[in-house]
């Protein structure tokens, strides 16, 4: 999910009464709820669509999310100390235990996979022990209608705070209408795939803004991917040597890598394309990638 869901999931927690435990909780929970995207740093040194390999892996698996809890907890406790030592801190803030620094850290951090999980564009959850790609297929990668709720959510439970009236009560109410849309959500997909059993799997992608619908791609017996009952891409994947393609770019390693559902293009200019199909009406190059020459032939062809 986006990064101000993550951040509304953390802050609404703390509001919930979990911030009342130590001085810097809601840091500890804001930013522990965005940590995991780290990750996102690849974008300096990787090229191409090779993020699409890196992402969501390493700093998303279990031991990373143990360890970046401990050092958000040792960052926090220590800029506490150093305010203290410069005769800066807050009177207001209350008393760091380290304890509970990690305790919230390690919250913040859980949520990221949970609710990254939740989209197609997966998670591979058991990094570096295994590579397998996770997805829920439930919400779209970025929900306005959680940002919504969550946003008033939050609002209201800190105007209340700020009223002396009962802020608590106000988040977690809101943290428990948003269980209850997810719960939702997930059994509009559910029943998506039921709608697609003829296919042999149906990845069920949620829209933008109509959350109720879904875009059903569906695997096909040979293979070939359908969206909403009509093939996508106009070469078969078997026309092209992907090993070698492999071999020969890291670009198409790393693109077959991450792609869940690739499918194959012959372009008017001559080119061979690699696409998703969950992400085939983007043709900006972020999900797409031009294959070597010389490892795609037509039907029949030399």
Known sequence: MDNLTHSLTGALIGQAGLKR??????????????????????????????????????????????????????LLYGWDRWQARRGKRPDKRLPVHFGWLYGLSL???????????????????????????????????IDVWLWVVMGVGLWLSLRREKRGGDWRAAARTTLGLCGLYLVANYAISMKDRADNAAFLETISSPPPLAFWERESIGVGGAGGFFIDGERVGNRPISACDLEAARAQSSQVDAFLFWSRAPV????????????????????????????????????GGN
């Open 21 to 74: 435990k130590t001085g810097l909780a809601m840091p500890a929970l804001i930013i522990g709820a965005n940590l995991p995207d780290v990750d996102a740093t690849c974008f300096f040194w990787l090229e191409g669509v090779e993020h699409l390999a890196f992402r969501r892996g390493i700093t998303h698996g279990p031991i990373a999310l143990l360890v970046l809890p401990l050092v958000l907890a040792g």
């Open 107 to 141: 919250i913040g951090c859980l949520t990221h996979p949970a609710l990254d999980w939740l989209n197609v564009y997966g998670i591979r959850l058991l990094e570096p022990f295994s590579s397998r790609w996770f997805y829920g297929d439930v919400l779209f990668i």
């Open 264 to 299: 194959l293009d012959r372009l008017e200019d001559g080119r061979w394309q690699l696409s998703d199909a969950r992400y085939y009406g983007v043709r900006d190059g972020r999900f797409s990638v031009d294959l070597p020459d010389g490892l795609c032939s037509e039907p």
